[in-house]
């Protein structure tokens, strides 16, 4: 039984030791849009919103792994109107994304992603999970200091699509914060 505990504790200790990984920094951030979604049914205009944290590696500074969280719903959900038999389609999806960032001029920059989703299209009566790829590009403006610290803001445009399945794809035009630590 001694031995035993004595693993036991042992793996415990292994396992919540510090160590060095290749994740210099995690850096949060935010966009909220407006665009279109679609699968096998007609596109509808969706108001969009994502959470994501950029993790930077490494090697570089301007080059971040991005994981986050998509939800789009079709815009009038929003709106105030009688509810009563209507049908508001929305999509939800999780990210892994490459990002490369490009300073332009002082504080203008560009920034351009592509990576992998996973979709969840609730659109008229379709609840499916699907794999898919998504990229962006974004122009912004860049309030940060010598030592990475402060915020951009940029405004950009998102596009994803699945290949099985229902075959959903969007897009959103948005405005997006990304704060530095």
Do not use: H
Not at 122 to 150: H, I, Y
């Amino acid at each position: 039984m001694m031995k035993r505990l004595n693993y036991i504790l042992f793996a415990m200790i292994l396992l919540t030791a510090v160590n060095y990984s290749q994740i210099n920094k995690v850096d949060p951030g935010a966009s909220i849009g407006i665009g279109e979604i679609k699968s096998n049914s007609p596109s509808v205009t969706a108001l969009g919103g994502t959470i994501f944290l950029d993790l930077t590696m490494w090697f570089s500074d301007d080059v971040w792994i991005r994981t986050g969280f998509t939800y789009m719903r079709k815009l009038e959900y929003f709106l105030p109107e009688n509810r009563e038999g209507r049908v508001y389609p929305f999509m939800k999806l999780f990210s892994l994304e490459g990002v490369i960032q490009q300073k332009l001029s002082g504080i203008i920059f560009l920034e351009e992603c592509a990576g992998l989703i996973y979709l969840n299209d609730r659109t008229f009566g379709v609840n499916e999970w699907m794999p898919g790829t998504q990229f962006s590009a974004l122009c912004g403006l860049d309030f940060t200091d010598d030592l990475r610290k402060g915020s951009q803001v940029g405004l950009g445009f998102k596009y994803g699509i699945t290949f099985t399945k229902t075959n959903a794809d969007y897009y959103l035009l948005s405005v997006q914060y990304k704060l530095f630590l």
